[in-house]
């Protein structure tokens, strides 16, 4: 009786700390669908020829980072992408992610920034949904070019397999994803799904349907860029 007890005072605690590491995550999940929407329909930002061609979105809303002298960041996001075998079909539902990173640099203060990386080829794709990678080594990856047209930056998305793209909130600018890491988030993933559950089943399997939390993401980007116009062909 008293081991019974027990166990019911302990579930009682810990169901609080559960409810608000879930809401934590459906808030994320919003927050991603309310983040690409404001990035994507500002004419003059990712040019849309580029977002046609993407064959992932990642999105790390209000990721902080801040220092003296040695600088961190520190973010979690979720990342879709198109379906179908050939990455042709509507955008999947949503796999956690995290991103980790340092940087060097005369920094003081704080901030708060939401990152956009384009996902440009299937390598890239599979590559960061089945382990850790780290930009600029483990995947080629360089600053998205901006404008209505991608048309006078074609050697540099030629080249990347991972574009990025940033918009300050804090008292910095210019911030590089240069060094920094990207994974999938399992334990992030659990909490949204309610059951482990991999990345890649996720996205490229259809294990599960998309979260109410995800709608927006998920909507827009099937309004905004419904077909994959890449030529297909790997980097």
């Known amino acids: 009786m008293k081991k019974w007890l027990a166990s019911v005072m302990a579930l ?7 409810f608000a590491d879930d809401r934590k995550e459906k808030e994320r999940l919003e927050n991603c669908g309310l983040v690409v929407q404001e990035i ?3 004419p003059d930002d990712i040019p849309q020829d580029l977002i046609d061609k993407a064959y992932c979105v990642i999105v790390y809303p209000s990721v902080l980072k801040g220092a003296f002298i040695f600088g961190g960041s520190y973010g979690r996001g979720a990342m879709t ?3 179908g075998e050939k990455f042709n079909g509507p955008w999947s ?3 956690m992610m995290a991103l980790e990173g340092g940087s060097f640099g005369f920094q003081i203060g704080g901030q708060a920034t939401d990152f956009v990386l384009l996902v440009m080829n299937e390598r890239g794709a599979r590559a960061i949904l089945s382990s850790k990678v780290k930009l600029g080594a483990d995947a080629s990856a360089a600053a998205g070019p901006k404008g209505r047209t991608a048309e006078a930056s074609t050697d540099v998305t030629m080249r990347a397999e991972i574009l990025s793209y940033s918009r300050a909130r804090g008292l ?9 890491t990207v994974r999938p988030d399992g334990g992030a993933n659990e909490k949204v799904y309610q059951k482990s559950v991999p990345p890649q089943d996720i996205v490229f399997k259809g294990a599960v349907p998309v979260p109410p939390a995800a709608q927006q993401f998920i909507s827009y980007l099937n309004k ?4 994959n116009l890449s030529s297909g062909k790997e980097i």
Do not use: N, V, Y
């Open 12 to 18: 009682s605690l810990a169901a609080p700390a559960l």
């Open 40 to 42: 994507m329909d500002i």
């Open 81 to 83: 992408c198109r379906t």
């Open 93 to 95: 539902a949503p796999t």
């Open 172 to 180: 910095f600018a210019g911030i590089s994803l240069a060094g920094s």
């Open 224 to 227: 905004k860029t419904p077909k």
